[in-house]
């Protein structure tokens, strides 16, 4: 374990086990499985109408569990930047979380690096952060949100740069000549397309279809 | 064969389609018709007697999606690629679109059936329409002429339907008539009314409403009205019931679902309603219809699409007004300008079959409001003509204009022996029906002066041409070229020529069945 982080299991009033890293605590101390629940509460809409599930914040594996329970069939990936609180969940929940994968990136800016993610990204997802898990490295997990939602040019271009099927499509100078500072829309992917698209035709019609919903 | 039709507008206009697919239906025995709409259309699919296959396009979430920063910028691209790749592996002999938006045009060049027909655009944009008919409509857009053709009819035409006959139904469900049966309890004889709209600008006002029906009632005292609403109306229904009530006319809410409303239409004395998605179901049920046309609403493209029907509207100079704005006059003119007493006559004298008594009531009226009584003409197409009014040359020529530009959209033009006598034979015996009382010397003198406008076209065409060689010279001299302002005159003159050509050899095939059967 790094030294800088501290990693402890501590038992709710509940009675479940949970943990605690760097002293924030990764699930309720009251009752972490009603806490799930709440969570899942507010997803449930977004998830049904998505094919996968990427949950960012893997905190005491509770919320994954009960994902687990009530959609089994869901294909779910957790990110989470610390291996160590990974294992410590799988530790605690075992099989329950079986339809679950793990992904633990090193860094923030490495998280498309994974062609788990990439693959999770080129599906209808449903996005679900996990606040508690988050607390523990604020900054780090909002650049993991943001390269996933690829919303801001740099990102994007991130994202564009790994896809070969975006990169004839959508030319780096385009985005890379928009204003940083504004997230991107479908009219920006629209406009970057310019007027010699080279990508594939069906690519074209597609955000050109998009477009006309938000005239 | 299987065949999609696309209509990814509202409600209404996926059952001013309903006719079309059933023609398609006919026209193509054995093949499987799926359709292309928005989700929020999907529960009047099931009224839809010939449609296998929803595919539901949720346009609500695709925008959600689109506007929610926190959701992935290529989530929805996905989602629309999943969806209609989906659709595209369906192989498609046949799109039909009817929807003639961009939106549509991307889809249906995505798709990529065998055929299209309707708008459809290529990757750069460029627009390709499959039917002389889906461009005219393309071309038509904004005009607000008297021979514009009805939408279904130019879907009916541009889908390459050629019958004449209209013969079309929607599918009563169980729980329709479940729900009519107990809305209508204990009542034989009923009249629907609908009073409420989609717009603001096409309503007449509940207190107007609320003093027609006291008025119809004081006319008829057996008469029985039911409200009519959607769920999410249920409370301005009630409202407008519970006044009603107070005023001693005998009505009752109906809130009721698309299938409920059809079957309350099936035995309904008469509907009176705005221009709304009822009107367009109960086009497909024997009830009668008067629809109250205001606003944005415009009934040569959108009226009730049956015969024996009648529109009434105001006669504003503002209207019929754009469907983008919100009414800019300082008072809601069209709604004014019709009187609740001038309503009830007009239903007084439907119910009672007095066409004597609604001629004169659209001539004492007739300064403030037009009434039309709709018709299927011989020619295959869907007409509205004035009650009260005597036929004027102007009539005429506006349904001579109509079946020329059908007969051009046909491609009358380019044979050598078009069937001008098969549609004038039609179009003699039709008119003859609306006019049985006209002298044989009026229908003449009628003719004469249509006869005598026909010549403008050639006027058009010369004058076009005599721009256009004025172009010419002046680019020798100049040594530059007017291309565009060229290629526009030389459409006119084309079309000009055209148009001179197919009335002329028209109105001497109409004359001779004028002659024939007047």
Wanted: charged share 25%.
């Amino acid at each position: 374990m790094d030294g800088n982080k501290l990693l402890e299991r501590l038992t709710s009033q509940s009675g479940d086990p949970i943990l605690r890293l760097n002293g924030r605590l990764m699930a309720s101390s009251r009752d972490p499985r009603k806490e799930a629940k709440q969570w899942l509460d507010q997803l449930r809409p977004m998830i049904s109408s998505a094919d996968r599930v990427l949950v960012i914040g893997v905190g005491s594996g509770y919320h994954l569990a009960e994902l687990n329970l009530e959609f089994p069939r869901a294909r779910v990936l957790a990110i989470a930047l610390e291996a160590e609180l990974i294992d410590a969940v799988r530790g605690i929940h075992g099989l329950n979380v079986a339809n679950a994968e793990f992904y633990a990136c090193e860094s923030e800016a490495q998280v498309l690096n994974s062609s788990r993610v990439r693959t999770f990204l080129k599906s209808t997802v449903c996005m679900a952060s996990h606040l508690p898990s988050q607390a523990a490295n604020p900054v780090a997990y909002q650049e993991v949100l943001a390269r996933l939602k690829m919303r801001e040019p740099l990102f994007f271009s991130d994202w564009v740069s790994r896809e070969q099927r975006f990169t004839s499509l959508f030319p780096l100078q385009a985005i890379h000549g928009s204003d940083e500072k504004s997230l991107l829309s479908i009219k920006d992917l629209h406009r970057f397309l310019g007027d010699q698209s080279k990508g594939h035709p069906e690519d074209i019609f597609l955000i050109r279809a998009l477009t006309e919903l938000v005239r | 064969m299987k065949i999609l039709v696309v209509s990814l507008l509202r409600i209404g206009d996926l059952l001013m389609a309903a006719p079309v697919i059933q023609g398609l239906q006919r026209k193509y025995p054995g093949s499987r018709i799926d359709l292309l709409g928005n989700k929020s259309c999907q529960h009047v699919v099931p009224l839809l007697p010939c449609v296998e296959v929803f595919h539901a396009f949720d346009r609500d979430q695709f925008q959600s999606e689109l506007a929610d920063p926190d959701q992935p910028v290529l989530k929805p691209f996905f989602r629309l690629e999943k969806f209609m790749m989906g659709i595209r592996q369906e192989r498609y002999d046949l799109v039909v679109n009817l929807t003639h938006n961009r939106l549509s045009g991307w889809l249906c060049g995505l798709i990529d059936g065998k055929e299209t027909a309707g708008l459809h655009l290529d990757s750069r944009g460029r627009p390709a329409f499959g039917s002389p008919w889906f461009q005219y409509l393309n071309d038509r857009a904004d005009v607000r002429g008297a021979e514009i053709f009805h939408f279904t009819d130019i879907f009916w035409f541009g889908s390459g339907l050629t019958a004449t006959d209209r013969q079309w139904e929607l599918r009563r469900t169980d729980s329709g008539r479940a729900e009519a049966v107990h809305l209508r309890r204990g009542l034989d004889s009923y009249i629907l009314v609908q009073a409420f709209t989609s717009e603001a600008k096409k309503e007449w006002g509940g207190e107007s409403w609320q003093h027609a029906l006291r008025m119809i009632q004081a006319k008829d005292p057996s008469a029985r009205f039911l409200i009519m609403g959607a769920p999410n109306e249920a409370a301005r229904v009630d409202s407008v019931v519970g006044n009603l009530v107070d005023m001693g006319v005998q009505a009752r809410a109906a809130v009721c679902s698309f299938a409920g409303a059809l079957s309350l239409l099936d035995s309904a004395r008469l509907l009176i309603t705005g221009d709304t998605s009822i009107k367009h179901l109960a086009a497909a049920t024997p009830c009668r219809v008067i629809e109250l046309s205001l606003g944005s609403s415009d009934w040569r493209r959108t009226g009730v699409y049956n015969a024996g029907n009648f529109i009434v509207q105001p006669k504003v100079t503002c209207g019929p007004c754009s469907h983008s704005t919100p009414c800019d006059q300082a008072q809601h003119l069209c709604a004014l300008q019709l009187a609740p007493d001038a309503l009830a006559d007009i239903v007084h004298a439907v119910l009672k079959g007095n066409e004597t008594e609604l001629l004169a009531i659209a001539r004492s009226h007739g300064h403030k409001f037009e009434m039309a009584k709709t018709y299927f003409t011989g020619g295959g197409y869907w007409q509205a003509v004035a009650v009260g009014r005597a036929l004027e040359a102007a009539d005429l020529k506006e349904w001579i204009d109509k079946l020329t530009t059908k007969l051009i959209l046909e491609g009358a033009h380019l044979e050598a022996l078009g069937p001008y006598g098969t549609e004038a034979t039609r179009m003699g015996d039709w008119m003859k029906r609306q006019f049985p009382a006209l002298p044989a010397r009026t229908w003449a003198t009628l003719m004469q002066s249509v006869d005598r406008e026909t010549q403008t076209h050639h006027s058009v065409a010369l004058d076009a041409g005599v721009r256009l060689a004025s172009l010419v010279r002046a680019s020798h001299a100049s040594r530059t070229v007017e291309l565009g302002e060229m290629r526009h005159l030389q459409v006119r003159i084309e079309d000009a020529e055209r148009r001179l050509n197919v009335r002329r050899r028209l109105m001497r095939s109409l004359k001779d069945a004028v002659e024939a059967v007047i």
